[in-house]
Antibody
Framework: QVQLQESGPGLVKPWETLSLTCTVS????????WSWIRQPPGKGLEWIGY???????NYNPSLKSRVTISVDTSKNHFSLRLTSVTAADTAVYYC?????????????WGQGTLVTVSS | DIQMTQSPSTLSASVGDRVTITCRAS??????LAWYQQKPGKAPKVLIY???SLNSGVPSRFSGSGSGTEFTLTISSLQTNDFATYYC?????????FGQGTNLEIK
């Protein structure tokens, strides 16, 4: 059974860079699309972007100028960098895997990690 | 971007009720729609994909229908465990977008 686990700082200062890693266990990172999704407290879900295991990426235009997603197949993990954060970036950040067929719905999710942007 | 609009935003129901949640897309998405259930403090869990395909392990009281721009999620007989927030998501085109959610609460 594929499991995903987010890790990274829970508190980031305004205008600094948010960095999170998602470690995949119980399966290979190869062959799949891997996404980051976020949810501000009490609000809905926003797709941030995905990376294919080969390194191809696709980002939400609303965040594209500030987002980088990367993958390390040797460590079976992928990462998110979001630059110049503000309070509006405070959210639970989830990593997720797309379906086995490559359809971009999210079949597997991490438990989520709350990142607060505050000085 | 394709906008997804769910209705109602809140639904009050009782155990045993049949309930329906609607999701409308701002443009056609064929059948590229998924439904998720989310409980407080937990990650969403996919219930339905491709509008009407039941994900493995999901009880058969959940069903989905629709195509194009209008979709429904139906729970045939509500169980205590079903009170949660439900989201639709389109994966026809990027950026992949979610509805605002429907909070299903106990009447």
């Amino acid at each position: 059974q594929v499991q995903l686990q987010e890790s990274g700082p829970g508190l980031v200062k305004p205008w600094e860079t948010l960095s999170l890693t998602c470690t995949v266990s119980g399966g290979s990172i190869s062959g799949y699309y891997w996404s980051w999704i976020r949810q501000p407290p009490g609000k809905g879900l926003e797709w941030i972007g995905y990376i294919f295991y080969s390194g191809n990426t696709n980002y939400n235009p609303s965040l594209k100028s500030r987002v980088t997603i990367s993958v390390d197949t040797s460590k079976n993990h992928f990462s998110l960098r979001l630059t110049s954060v503000t309070a509006a970036d405070t959210a639970v950040y989830y990593c997720a895997r797309a379906s086995s067929r490559g359809d971009l719905y999210f079949a597997y999710w991490g438990q989520g990690t709350l990142v607060t942007v505050s000085s | 971007d394709i906008q997804m609009t769910q209705s109602p935003s809140t639904l009050s129901a009782s155990v045993g009720d049949r309930v329906t949640i609607t999701c409308r897309a701002s443009q056609t998405i064929s059948s590229w729609l998924a439904w998720y259930q989310q409980k407080p403090g937990k990650a969403p869990k996919v219930l339905i994909y491709k509008a009407s395909s039941l994900n493995s392990g999901v009880p058969s009281r959940f069903s989905g229908s629709g195509s194009g721009t209008e979709f429904t999620l139906t729970i045939s007989s509500l169980q205590t465990n079903d009170f949660a927030t439900y989201y639709c998501q389109q994966y026809n085109s990027s950026p992949y977008t979610f509805g605002q959610g429907t909070n299903l609460e106990i009447k």
